[in-house]
């Protein structure tokens, strides 16, 4: 029996592929019927193999579990689904990023607001910047302020917004002190 199989192996966070042309139109329906908390990617149809063609169209998801347990019990539902043998995984914030491709540039880039979740399933909470995120990121708005010399904060914001999340959390929830102060010093540098 291979690792992935192993009735003794537990885990909180499973994951699995559903592909559309081997699911059950209720797919979605059965797996809300379970009440567990999931997560939908979107729909992976420009995924390329090795050899240079398209993979097989496919969504990735996450099924969470308050505590922990075996695959026989995933299973249960996997096969409901006619999906292939699900995989307990270590890190449910690291597969939620895998759905979009976010730390593989080489892949094709889905759009994280086509990410699902389901059954109270925060998809956000996956997307949560660490201190060390948060200080590059403060690196690089201050950077593009000065070289930019962005001299309004609504204007900064509004370019947040239109192309970077990461920033317009840290803009708002992290920084708007330290941000404003930026702004102004260039304000104050342009006048003179």
Request: charged residues 30%; aromatic residues 10%; glycine residues 4%.
């Amino acid at each position: 029996m291979a690792d992935n199989e192993n009735k003794n192996v537990k885990g909180r966070d499973w994951t699995f592929i559903v592909y559309p042309e081997s699911a059950p139109i209720s797919w979605r329906e059965i797996l809300n019927d379970t009440h567990l908390r999931w997560v939908e990617s979107p729909l992976h149809d420009k995924d390329i193999n090795s050899d240079g063609e398209i993979k097989k169209a496919h969504w990735h998801i996450l099924l969470t579990y308050d505590g922990p347990v075996n695959i026989v019990a995933v299973k249960k539902i996997t096969d409901k689904l006619n999906a292939p043998v699900p995989q307990k995984i270590s890190s449910a914030k690291g597969l939620v990023r895998y759905m979009i491709h976010l730390d593989n540039p080489e892949k094709f880039q889905y759009s994280r607001s086509d990410i699902k979740g389901h059954n109270g399933a925060d998809v956000a909470s996956y997307f949560e910047l660490t201190a060390t995120n948060k200080l590059m990121i403060m690196k690089d708005i201050v950077r593009y302020i000065y070289e930019n010399e962005v001299d309004n904060y609504s204007d900064f914001l509004m370019h947040c917004i239109e192309n970077k999340d990461d920033w317009f959390d840290v803009a708002i929830n992290s920084n708007t002190i330290a941000i404003n102060k930026m702004i102004d010093a260039v304000w104050q540098k342009k006048k003179k």
